[in-house]
């Protein structure tokens, strides 16, 4: 199971490729980004909103976790998106706030775990009402994969368009070890 130090490193690196991603869908002109491309979100747009709503559906329901983060305090009682298809803009400078608001909230998030918040057993519901029982540290791991899995699909839309977002191995992100 993830430790404390693993989510502060994979929420910088988050932020990080966020910033990156952002920073490369916003030298593209409007319409490239809008432009659908057949990803499983249409467009590069469509899939950087995508990104926007499930970060805010997962924040909002982990406002709701027993330790009561500070970090999320603004997210408690809040509405959630409308679903996963949900829009907050039509352009990279329309949705850069939100992400980088989200972000800033997941880099606190990390900074204010502790072991224990990790292992408890974290309760949420579906958009649909489904209950489920899962370990936070896993569901953790499940919010950064996800991430992770659509900035993959927005990098190749990008490629295809000429733009480079530059290495996105979180290998680079993590320190040194001291040799054997």
């Known amino acids: 199971m993830p430790t404390c130090d693993d989510i502060i490193l994979l929420a910088r690196y988050n932020a990080d490729m966020n910033r990156r991603l952002y920073a490369a869908a916003a030298s593209l002109p409007p319409d490239e980004a809008r432009a659908d491309r057949g990803a499983f979100f249409g467009s590069l747009l469509g899939t950087m909103n995508h990104l926007l709503a499930g970060d805010t559906i997962w924040l909002t329901r982990f406002a709701g976790h027993p330790s009561a983060f500070a ?3 603004a997210l408690r009682g809040a509405a959630l ?40 057993t974290f309760t949420y519901r579906t958009m649909s009402g ?35 977002i530059g290495v996105t191995d979180l290998l680079v992100w993590m320190p040194e070890s001291p040799p054997p």
């Open 130 to 164: 489904q209950a489920f029982h899962k370990h936070f540290g896993s569901v953790l791991l499940h919010l950064f994969n996800h991430q992770t899995h659509h900035r993959g699909q927005a990098s190749t839309l990008l490629t295809q368009a000429g733009v480079d």
């Open 71 to 73: 970090a999320l305090s």
């Open 81 to 120: 998106p409308s679903g996963l298809r949900h829009t907050f803009g039509d352009s990279v400078a329309a949705l850069r706030p939100q992400r980088e608001r989200l972000d800033d909230m997941i880099t606190a998030l990390a900074a204010e775990l502790r072991p224990g918040d990790l292992e408890q």
